[in-house]
């Protein structure tokens, strides 16, 4: 015996098995980002009045960019299982909730790259 109603099956309504793993990388992403932070943020402090070169020198560590680079994939890659959380709660027409998931799939996924692109510049173009 099903606790689901007729139409639900028909529709084939019902877990789409995917929201026990989009819980975990949101708090995996999260964990990430507490000492990705902590290493931007004293970062930033320890380099405040540097001029360009400096931060150049800085960025051209290999440490420093793929620390870099880790922190901007976790930060975006966050904010991007965030906002899918906030779209499908919030959103209830389904046109409009498909339009917004992939406007804002694309445009947390170009400024990543851009970010990380920057990034990479920097490290080995100066």
Known sequence: MSLR???ARVRGLGSAKEGVQH???????AMAMVPLTLWFVISVIAHLGAGRLEMVDWMSSPVSAAL??????SLFWHAKLGLQVVIEDYVHNEACKIA???AMTFAVVIVGIACVVSVLKLAFGG
């Open 5 to 7: 109603n007729p139409l």
């Open 23 to 29: 819980w975990w990388l949101q708090r995996v992403t």
């Open 68 to 73: 870099m680079i880790a922190f901007l994939v």
């Open 100 to 102: 917004s998931l992939t």
